[in-house]
């Protein structure tokens, strides 16, 4: 069974930085597509992140520059570092997976999700 937990969403001030886990279990990286969402309240859920089976990242606009991703394998882990933090950053962040390994499709798993919020 495949099992997303993410962690590390926090209370900010703007400018300051974030490290998101997502913590997977039931699946590999060199398998699975990763991908990093957020919905804010009253907005449509809004794809940030994403890292291939084989490694390639997507970024957003709005996070591009911002937001890194990246995979441990060793602890089946997916990371979104996030830096420079806006208020308008503030929402829900979910990770999710897709087991064909390409990022822009449908996703067969999702996480509970971790509240992050920016103060002006």
């Known amino acids: 069974e495949v099992q997303l937990v993410e962690s590390g969403g926090d209370l900010v001030q703007a400018g300051g930085s974030l490290r998101l886990s997502c913590a997977a279990s039931?699946?590999?990286?060199?398998?699975?597509?990763i991908g990093w969402f957020r919905q804010a309240p009253g907005k449509e859920r809004e794809g940030v992140s994403c890292?291939?089976?084989?490694?390639?990242?997507t970024y957003s606009d709005s996070v591009k520059g911002r937001f890194t991703i990246s995979s441990d394998n060793a602890k089946n882990t997916v990371v979104l570092q996030m830096n420079s933090l806006k208020p308008e950053d503030t929402a829900v962040y979910h990770c999710?997976?897709?087991?064909?390994?390409?990022?822009?499709?449908?996703?067969?798993?999702w996480g509970q999700g971790t509240q992050v919020t920016v103060s002006s």
């Open positions: 999710a997976a897709y087991a064909e390994g390409v990022c822009g499709y449908g996703w067969d798993y």
């Open positions: 039931g699946l590999t990286f060199d398998v699975w597509a």
């Open positions: 890292i291939s089976s084989s490694g390639r990242t």
